[in-house]
């Protein structure tokens, strides 16, 4: 089953979000301004370019303190807060374009831009609605609109959408494959020509399974066409169809149990809790019913009942390495360390081929603080075998010399994988953490500002903050009002 963040779910969404938001930067020509307010504006989307974000910012804030009452440098700021994850700062920067008088239809893309990365569907409907109202044909809009309507599952309303951007735009393949899987077994035949007209990877997929299972029964179909679709983290057109499947066969295991955990990766947890329970009730011997249970839970926090549903699942089928995994990481959880290691090595013994299970043993050692025994070694050494010239394993050959205290390893290491993989922003932070403990103070920052730069998730933002303190804050220059 797919697992990767950066799955077709998430390119979607990006795709989206750059179209409306490179769109406000084409709209909005530069005219006849300030010479300096133009200058500091190029010098700030440079620096954006090269995602020297917490430069640009500060150009933009500049921009801004010239022609407070000019929308350009808030929509420019909006934009590469928007790109850097900067959900609090983004929304500050709209709504300062929005006093400074920009576009209704500029602020209304970026606000659809920001509400899709906060997977917030309502406020994407709304705004989308509100720009369609206006600009009825613009298919971006229309997409964002789709997407939060099979969000919000109301499947309909959503192939509707596909269908009037397929009239706007008849070559759309995105629509074609969407509409597509849509009708998949209400009408395979326009499925099967929506499908061939996207000519995707995954339209094929879903094409193959209605082409040879023509006489199967429909919920068995549907079962199947959620599955693949959950395998490309596609969760609400996945929910779609095994919703179907629950429709025309109540009793049918596998449907509630792939329903339940497209549902939780949607983020409706109580129907999520009411599938997942449902087919392990009508199945208690499925491996997989009790692991997606365990993985709900999981995501609910209740690491107890998540470790009860890995254990039965490891029962029924004790040669799933997946399984074995799932139980290390709920044993380190809750502080068993010795049982965690056991587990994860376990895993490794059953698949040792599978650089994401040494992975997730090395990175139990380190997040751990558990290399003193220098079990951590062989792990790392078996990655630079599975995974050669990957950075991320020299950013975690670097973390562990970092906690040995073998600072010019690390740096070495560390060094490497920034070659690798420039925009590593965790490589670049323990790198900073590295020249701080060699008391290079300069390269620390850099490092440490290089690392804020790139991170997208805030994920690194407390920790830099922590390790830069005493020194230098890394504060972003705020923008002054707008009016």
Not at 2 to 23: E, N, P, Q, V, W
Request: with cysteine; hydrophobic share 45%; aromatic share 8%.
């Amino acid at each position: 089953m797919a697992s990767d963040i950066y799955g077709r779910r998430h390119i979607s969404i990006a795709f989206i979000m750059l179209t409306l938001t490179a769109a406000i930067v084409l709209l909005y020509p530069y005219g006849v301004l300030h010479p300096a307010y133009l200058m500091l504006i190029r010098q700030g989307d440079e620096h954006a370019r090269r995602f020297e974000r917490t430069a640009a910012a500060a150009l933009y804030g500049q921009a801004a303190a010239i022609r407070p009452h000019d929308p350009q440098a808030y929509l420019h700021a909006a934009r590469l807060y928007l790109e850097w994850g900067r959900q609090e700062e983004t929304q500050a920067a709209i709504t300062q374009a929005a006093q400074a008088g920009a576009a209704q239809s500029e602020v209304e893309q970026l606000w659809i831009a920001l509400y899709i990365s906060q997977a917030e569907w309502p406020g994407v409907s709304a705004h989308a609605r509100q720009l369609l109202a206006r600009q009825p044909d613009d298919t971006t809009a229309r997409h964002a609109l789709a997407w939060a309507l099979l969000e919000m599952r109301d499947w309909e309303a959503a192939r509707r959408e596909y269908e009037t951007i397929l009239r706007l735009d008849p070559g759309d393949t995105v629509a074609h494959e969407r509409l597509g899987i849509l009708l998949a077994g209400e009408d395979n035949r326009l499925a099967r020509q929506h499908l061939s007209l996207a000519d995707t990877g995954l339209a094929k997929q879903i094409t193959a399974i209605l082409d040879g299972e023509k006489t199967a029964e429909a919920a068995y179909v549907a079962v199947l066409l959620g599955r693949v679709l959950i395998e490309h983290e596609e969760w609400a057109l996945s929910a779609c169809q095994l919703s179907r499947a629950v429709t025309l066969h109540p009793y049918y295991a596998d449907a509630h149990v792939y329903l339940g955990y497209a549902l939780s990766r949607m983020g409706y947890p109580e129907m999520a809790s009411y599938h997942l329970a449902r087919g392990v009730e009508l199945a208690p011997a499925s491996p997989a019913a009790h692991i997606l249970l365990g993985l709900h839970y999981k995501h609910l926090g209740n690491l107890s009942s998540a470790r009860a549903e890995y254990e039965q699942a490891y029962d029924l089928d004790p040669r799933n390495p997946a399984t074995c995994a799932e139980l290390g990481l709920a044993w380190a959880a809750e502080g068993r360390y010795t049982e965690a290691e056991i587990w994860l090595r376990q895993a490794t013994s059953l698949a040792p081929q599978d650089p994401r299970l040494w992975e997730i043993l090395a990175r139990f050692y380190l997040d751990y603080n558990l290399i003193g025994d220098e079990g951590i070694a062989d792990v790392l050494a078996r990655l630079l075998t599975l995974a050669p010239g990957e950075a991320w394993v020299y950013e975690l050959q670097g973390r562990a010399a970092l906690q040995a205290g073998k600072y010019e390893a690390a740096r070495e290491s560390l060094l490497k994988a920034v070659d690798l993989d420039p925009l590593l922003a965790s490589a670049h932070y323990y790198l900073g953490l590295v020249y701080k403990a060699m008391g290079l103070r300069e390269q620390a920052l850099g490092s440490f500002r290089r690392a804020s730069d790139l991170d997208t998730s805030g994920a690194l933002r407390p920790l830099i903050e922590r390790a830069s303190g005493g020194w230098q804050p890394l504060r972003i220059t705020p923008l002054p009002a707008g009016q």
